[in-house]
Nanobody, 124 residues
Framework: QVQLVESGGKLVQAGDSLRLSCEVTGRPFSVYVMGWFRQASGKEREYLGSLSGRGGDTSYGGSVEGRFTISGDNAKNTVYLQMNDLRPEDTAVYYC?????????????????WGQGTQVTVSS
């Protein structure tokens, strides 16, 4: 059974950078496509981007492309979300997810495993 545990969320100032971690246990993340999502209070869960565990390819949602970067460390079995130039509208709970599908998808139903989330708050 795969488990995902996010960490690194905290209160930051606008313009700051922050890196979130997603530790994967149970199986190597290299066999999955890994994704990051976020959910602001009162809003739907939003797709941020994906990382192919096999090849390292990435894809991003339009709202964060250019500011957010997804990467992985096979030795630590951990996936990261590097967030730069944070804005108050980035305030949300951030989730890591994994899918056994071999393509990138923004559809929540395509993701098989989810972490518990980590809160990021950006003050102005």
């Amino acid at each position: 059974q795969v488990q995902l545990v996010e960490s690194g969320g905290k209160l930051v100032q606008a313009g700051d950078s922050l890196r979130l971690s997603c530790e994967v246990t149970g199986r190597p993340f290299s066999v999955y496509v890994m994704g990051w999502f976020r959910q602001a209070s009162g809003k739907e869960r939003e797709y941020l981007g994906s990382l192919s565990g096999r090849g390292g390819d990435t894809s991003y949602g339009g709202s964060v492309e250019g500011r957010f970067t997804i990467s992985g460390d096979n030795a630590k079995n951990t996936v990261y979300l590097q967030m730069n130039d944070l804005r108050p509208e980035d305030t949300a709970v951030y989730y890591c997810a994994a899918t056994s599908l071999v393509f990138f998808s923004s559809n929540l139903a395509d993701w098989h495993y989810w972490g518990q989330g980590t809160q990021v708050t950006v003050s102005s």
